[in-house]
């Protein structure tokens, strides 16, 4: 039997069209909450693959998405390349020395050997696979890492910013470092990635979530080509992974995509409508109610039937504009995902 998520991806017709929440395992859920307790912190859990595998199954059993995503983070890369990650409570994540310089760069670990240092992910992934296969119920798992770029903004700057000043200060006045890192980062996520279709996950996404922070003219040459280049990687050796592109607030983009990939991830300032009409032909669609309408389930009812009216023809897959937040009732997420599921049947 083929999973409906994966056929979706594929644009092959399913009986409805498949649901999932970005960041669908995490602190709306108190199941979730109560295991990162257990782990003591949210790094031991993405280190614990027994505890990751039960947040990343959590999901399924309570909201009823059709996909599962793999319990880690994006920054689990640069915290292997030797930059000594962590997560501070209240403030988010923390890098202690930030790149400033080649030097700083050439210190790092790099390609093959930092993916290899991943070993607990391909861990989680297949004790996953495992478990999915004996569920018998044709769960898509989705692996994922960050864009280049994103992966990037934290390494110059040390932490999440608001302004991105200093990573573009480098993209003005040293673009050749910047570039430098950008290649080398999309070097190890190759090879993870690689080793993460090889431990068993179905697709692949690819989260460019400050792609807002580059110009439009800008965007391709600082972000896209390596998010390609990844896809480009990935396809000539797995060609049957589909591989979702997620990047987050770049509509003036829509006219320039380009690539070998299967869906393209729409945020919720793009209108469905214009994504349809600009790429619908080329990928499948996901996206992208605004997240916040998760606070009111009539909002929420709202949102999908317009969704599943725009995307009546097929080639979409439902999920949010951006991640789930962590103060959203349970029980509005079940709504949402019953809704999607309710609205879409064919
Ligand atoms: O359910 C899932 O989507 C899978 C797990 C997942 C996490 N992070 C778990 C997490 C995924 C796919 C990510 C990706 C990620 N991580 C992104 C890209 C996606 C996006 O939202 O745009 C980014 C930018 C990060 C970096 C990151 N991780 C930040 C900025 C933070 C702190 C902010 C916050 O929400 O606390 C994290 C921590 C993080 N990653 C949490 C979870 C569940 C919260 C940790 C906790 O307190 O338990």
Same mark, same amino acid.
């Given at each position: 039997?083929?999973?409906?998520?994966?056929?979706?991806?594929?644009?092959?017709?399913?009986?409805?069209?498949?649901?999932?929440?970005?960041?669908?395992?995490?602190?709306?859920?108190?199941?979730?909450?109560?295991?990162?307790?257990?782990?003591?912190?949210?790094?031991?859990?993405?280190?614990?693959?027994?505890?990751?595998?039960?947040?990343?199954?959590?999901?399924?059993?309570?909201?009823?998405?059709?996909?599962?995503?793999?319990?880690?983070?994006?920054?689990?890369?640069?915290?292997?390349?030797?930059?000594?990650?962590?997560?501070?409570?209240?403030?988010?994540?923390?890098?202690?020395?930030? %790149?400033?310089?080649?030097? !700083?760069?050439?210190? @790092? $670990? &790099?390609?093959?050997? *930092?993916?290899?240092? =991943?070993?607990?992910?391909?861990?989680?992934?297949?004790?996953?696979?495992?478990? %999915?296969?004996?569920?018998? !119920?044709?769960?898509? @798992? $989705? &692996?994922?890492?960050? *864009?280049?770029?994103? =992966?990037?903004?934290?390494?110059?700057?040390?932490?999440?910013?608001?302004?991105?000043?200093?990573?573009?200060?480098?993209?003005?006045?040293?673009?050749?470092?910047?570039?430098?890192?950008?290649?080398?980062?999309?070097?190890?996520?190759?090879?993870?990635?690689?080793?993460?279709?090889?431990?068993?996950?179905?697709?692949?996404?690819?989260?460019?979530?400050?792609?807002?922070?580059?110009?439009?003219?800008?965007?391709?040459?600082?972000?896209?080509?390596?998010?390609?280049?990844?896809?480009?990687?990935?396809?000539?050796?797995?060609?049957?992974?589909?591989?979702?592109?997620?990047?987050?607030?770049?509509?003036?983009?829509?006219?320039?995509?380009?690539?070998?990939?299967?869906?393209?991830?729409?945020?919720?300032?793009?209108?469905?409508?214009?994504?349809?009409?600009?790429?619908?032909?080329?990928?499948?669609?996901?996206?992208?109610?605004?997240?916040?309408?998760?606070?009111?389930?009539?909002?929420?009812?709202?949102?999908?039937?317009?969704?599943?009216?725009?995307?009546?023809?097929?080639?979409?897959?439902?999920?949010?504009?951006?991640?789930?937040?962590?103060?959203?009732?349970?029980?509005?997420?079940?709504?949402?995902?019953?809704?999607?599921?309710?609205?879409?049947?064919?």
């Amino acid at each position: 039997m083929s999973k409906i998520f994966v056929d979706a991806c594929l644009g092959k017709e399913t009986p409805y069209t498949p649901v999932w929440m970005m960041r669908q395992a995490g602190r709306y859920l108190p199941e979730y909450m109560a295991v990162r307790a257990e782990a003591g912190n949210f790094l031991n859990l993405c280190h614990d693959p027994a505890k990751a595998a039960e947040v990343t199954i959590q999901p399924l059993d309570i909201v009823g998405v059709d996909a599962a995503i793999l319990f880690s983070d994006i920054l689990v890369i640069p915290d292997e390349m030797g930059m000594d990650l962590e997560f501070i409570k209240g403030f988010g994540p923390k890098f202690n020395d930030p %790149l400033t310089s080649q030097e !700083d760069l050439d210190r @790092l $670990i &790099g390609g093959e050997e *930092a993916a290899n240092k =991943l070993t607990y992910v391909y861990d989680t992934i297949k004790l996953l696979r495992k478990q %999915l296969d004996e569920r018998g !119920d044709e769960i898509a @798992l $989705i &692996g994922f890492c960050g *864009a280049p770029w994103t =992966l990037a903004t934290y390494m110059i700057e040390g932490q999440g910013t608001k302004t991105y000043n200093i990573c573009k200060k480098m993209m003005y006045s040293n673009p050749e470092l910047l570039h430098n890192i950008l290649r080398e980062v999309t070097e190890v996520v190759k090879y993870y990635m690689e080793k993460q279709i090889e431990s068993g996950i179905d697709v692949v996404q690819i989260f460019d979530s400050w792609a807002a922070a580059i110009e439009p003219d800008r965007y391709d040459e600082f972000s896209w080509k390596y998010m390609v280049e990844i896809a480009d990687y990935l396809k000539s050796k797995y060609p049957d992974t589909p591989i979702i592109m997620f990047p987050k607030g770049v509509p003036a983009f829509l006219d320039k995509v380009y690539g070998n990939f299967d869906v393209y991830g729409v945020d919720w300032g793009t209108p469905m409508e214009l994504a349809k009409e600009k790429l619908g032909d080329k990928y499948v669609l996901q996206g992208n109610m605004e997240p916040c309408r998760l606070y009111s389930k009539e909002a929420t009812t709202e949102s999908v039937a317009i969704l599943a009216e725009t995307m009546r023809d097929g080639r979409h897959i439902f999920n949010l504009g951006h991640g789930i937040l962590p103060d959203v009732p349970v029980e509005n997420a079940k709504h949402f995902v019953s809704e999607c599921q309710r609205l879409s049947k064919r």
